[in-house]
């Protein structure tokens, strides 16, 4: 007899750390925190266990590799806006908390994520260069069809080498994936949220 969807994290069936076994304890082995617990977004994947430690290395080369030009703060606040483009809590408060985290001005960060919310975010004191990351951000997760060479050409002039250009185009489009996966899933947040374990407010 197969169990009911666990609702506290997903809409569809999950499997507990306690239950996995084969291919899914393997999966939760490489995923799983010093404690033990494994996030919510892989526990809703643990039906399919093959795709979980690819998608987390993919995820860890972009937002977590110490060869990216790009600064931290940087990586998140792109992978934040596309996560509230996409209307995904889930992704939105874990990065936007990282992007927090990482800037290291809680008065002014908190100030830039208000203002991704708005239709047209433009935030002052942040550097031209940002601006137009931001720019992109949006055009590639709204209107990927509308990319052309000119936009490559705006983040250099704005002084992004190529390959920080590729870091952002594939932290933008990886994060599509991620707050879709999380929307499809109906994936519920965890006790905490972000690399600093900030408790999920009520």
Avoid at 99 to 124: A, C, M, W
Wanted: hydrophobic letters at 40%; aromatic letters at 8%; one cysteine or more.
């Amino acid at each position: 007899m197969s169990k009911v969807p666990n609702k506290s994290v997903a809409w569809v069936k999950c499997i507990e750390e306690q239950d996995a076994t084969g291919d899914v304890a393997k999966a939760y082995a490489h995923v799983a925190g010093p404690d033990g617990v494994v996030e919510n977004l892989y526990k809703a994947m643990s039906l399919t266990p093959g795709v979980i430690k690819p998608a987390d290395d993919h995820y860890l080369a972009l937002l977590h590799n110490k060869s990216s030009p790009l600064e931290p703060w940087l990586s998140e606040l792109i992978a934040t806006y596309v996560s509230i483009l996409c209307g995904s809590e889930y992704a939105a408060l874990n990065h936007g908390e990282n992007f927090e985290h990482h800037y290291g001005n809680r008065q002014e960060s908190s100030t830039i994520l208000r203002s991704l919310y708005d239709s047209e975010p433009k935030v002052k004191g942040l550097p031209a260069a940002t601006c137009v990351a931001i720019d992109f951000t949006r055009k590639l997760s709204l209107s990927p069809q509308q990319i052309s060479s000119t936009d490559i050409d705006q983040l250099r002039a704005v002084g992004f080498c190529d390959t920080s250009i590729s870091y952002i185009a594939q932290i933008a489009a990886s994060f599509a994936y991620w707050a879709r996966i999380t929307n499809a899933l109906g994936i519920e947040l965890g006790d905490t949220i972000g690399l600093t374990g900030k408790p999920t407010e009520a």
